[in-house]
């Protein structure tokens, strides 16, 4: 069974579009994360969530909205897409008071032509 | 504020040969350090990590030493195989819900 799960695997569409990611965790950790990572492999942590609050919202721009519908869930929504969110994203999960380890998603590969 | 320096890429080794990937931070006190790989195509995974000072993390031939004196937690390993082919990322425990990564190193191990 995937730990962390995300859908698309991959995502190829045009500037101006909406698009969203989704993101499941079995692992019954109390929060969840999204990442960004670059063509040069940097990763920026966009938003956090615990126990379906939000807690951590990094300088992203407003077209990007996480919706945590529970806590095994956590989806990413970007509107007006733009070239410069070409990136693979990644959702992870961790529980509170167990080694603070993260764990990651297989990532999703966004390309915006 | 808190950071984290990682030697920049690519490192490119011979199989057999030793590993040194440096790995220095700043912090206000002593958080809990980590090494993450990512192996291509895939998400990044915990290889190892250490709780504090003098702590040394091993995992997978994998040592890293958690030394406050030169705020370093170098990632080692004695013999590389090309199966160890990744990007490799240093992170120190922020907050109860962040962490604060290196830029990643990638590292080539050739045949």
């Known amino acids: 069974d995937t730990a962390v799960s995300q859908t698309p695997k991959y995502l190829v569409t045009q500037m101006g579009n909406d698009k969203s990611i989704k993101c499941e965790q079995n692992l019954g950790h109390d929060t969840m994360y999204w990442y960004k990572q670059d063509s040069k492999k940097f990763l920026k942590i966009m938003f956090s969530?615990?126990?379906?609050?939000?807690?951590i919202n990094e300088t992203v721009p407003n077209r990007f909205s996480p919706k945590s519908p529970d806590k095994a869930h956590l989806n990413l929504h970007i509107n007006s897409l733009e070239l410069g969110d070409s990136a693979v994203y990644f959702c992870?999960?961790?529980?509170?008071?167990?080694?603070?380890?993260?764990?990651f998603g297989p990532g999703t590969r966004l390309t915006v032509t | 504020g808190n950071s984290v320096t990682q030697m920049e890429g690519p490192v490119t080794l011979s199989e057999e040969a030793f590993l040194t990937i440096n790995c220095t931070y700043t912090?206000?006190?002593?958080?809990?350090l980590f090494w993450y790989v990512q192996y291509p195509g895939e998400g990044l995974q915990l290889l190892l990590k250490a709780t504090k000072a003098d702590d040394k993390g091993s995992n997978k031939g994998f040592e890293a030493t958690y030394r406050k004196e030169t705020t370093s937690f170098h990632l080692e390993k004695g013999s590389v195989q090309v199966s160890d082919s990744a990007v490799y990322f240093c992170a120190l425990k922020y907050s109860n819900y962040q962490l604060i990564w290196g830029a990643g190193t990638k590292l080539i191990i050739k045949p």
């Open positions: 912090a206000t006190g002593y958080p809990s």
């Open positions: 992870a999960s961790s529980q509170q008071g167990q080694g603070d380890e993260q764990y």
């Open positions: 969530y615990n126990n379906k609050e939000l807690i």
